[in-house]
């Protein structure tokens, strides 16, 4: 069954020791920008194309929910997610900085193609399970990344409300819900390896485009 995708939201520093490594304050609300639908790509044991010329590419591992229906004011999070999954939020690190420097969009730095890669789709279970199973990223078979969502700043009732009251929410869109601390640079050939509660979810290895 082909499972549709339709707006993208991420959160950002919703994390606050990733905020602090970052050396970002955290944010009173929950920070949200959007990437382009062609910004998805499954991790499926091929080939993750990056850029390679416009410096560092940084990866952010994140649990990812989609919604299975419009948004209604009062609607519980239970009843708004369909499937989850894990993700990463790969992001052109030096063009960030640039571009906050001049108060610009975040777009080139997060939007690129292939810079939201996800594992195939799980169906929604529980909300406990979500909030505290742990997620994790191994690089060449090193963990580099583990959280879980009961650590973040913004829940996903918070979430859920924040976007559908001021952008919409409905059947097909994801949340990218926040990465935890340890975020890094990839490098060409990397191995990467996407876990929840140590199972392996889907993985790819990383080919840096010139």
């Avoid at 949200?32 to 091929?46: N, Q, R, S, V, Y």
């Avoid at 799980?122 to 399970?129: Q, R």
Wanted: aromatic residues 8%; charged residues 20%; hydrophobic residues 35%.
């Amino acid at each position: 069954m082909t499972i549709s995708i339709q707006n993208v939201y991420c959160v950002g520093r919703n994390y606050g020791k990733h905020a602090a490594e970052l050396g970002n304050s955290v944010p009173e609300s929950p920070m949200i920008f959007m990437k382009p639908t062609h910004a998805i790509t499954f991790l499926d044991e091929g080939r993750l194309e990056v850029p390679g010329t416009e410096g560092d590419v940084h990866y952010e591992t994140e649990l990812v929910v989609r919604i299975g229906q419009s948004y209604e004011e009062g609607l519980q999070a239970e009843a708004m997610i369909s499937h989850y999954s894990l993700g990463l939020d790969l992001t052109l690190r030096d063009v960030q900085t640039v571009l906050k420097e001049k108060q610009h969009p975040w777009l080139r730095a997060k939007g690129f193609r292939h810079s939201a890669p996800i594992t195939a789709f799980a169906p929604f279970s529980s909300l406990d399970a979500l909030l505290h199973t742990p997620f994790s990223l191994r690089i060449n078979q090193e963990e580099r990344q583990r959280g879980s969502l009961s650590e973040a700043i913004f829940g996903l009732q918070v979430l859920i409300d924040h976007i559908g009251q001021h952008y919409g929410l409905g059947e097909g869109d994801l949340i990218f819900t926040g990465t935890p601390a340890g975020v890094g640079k990839l490098a060409d050939g990397d191995r990467l390896e996407l876990y929840w509660n140590d199972r392996r979810e889907g993985g790819s290895q990383v080919h840096l485009t010139y």
